[in-house]
C-alpha cells in the first residue's frame, strides 16, 4: 500500500464516524503548497464554507507577514479564516475532518486557530 492509499483509508475510516453524528465537518486538504478548509452539510452535498491559502484576503496577510503559502503561520491564518465565515454563517460547531493526515504541523495549527476564533470541535 503506497502513502496516499494509506491515507486515503484512513479518511474514508474517519468519514464513516462523522456521517453518523450528523453534524457540519470541517474538511482539511494540505498540499506541498497550499492548505484547504472546507465546511461540508451533513449531508455531503454542499459546501457551506470555505478557506485557502489561494484566497487573495490570506494571500495579502501572507505577503505581509513575508510568510510562504504552505508552512504553519498560512495554516492558522486559514484556520483563522474558516471560523471568522463559519461565525458568519451561523455555525458554531463542527467535526474535524483531517482527512487521514496525522495531526500535527499544519493541519494541528489550522485546528487550533480554528478553535481559537471561536469554531467548536
Known sequence: MDKKVSRLRRAAATRRKIAGLKVNRLAVHRSNTHIYANIISPEGDKVLVSASTLEAEVRKELANNNTSSSNVQAAAA???RVAEKAKAAGIEAV?????????????????????????KF
Open 95 to 119: 467535526a474535524f475532518d483531517r482527512s487521514g493526515f496525522r495531526y500535527h504541523g499544519r493541519v494541528k495549527a489550522l485546528a487550533e486557530a480554528a478553535r481559537e476564533n471561536g469554531l
Open 78 to 80: 486559514v484556520g483563522k
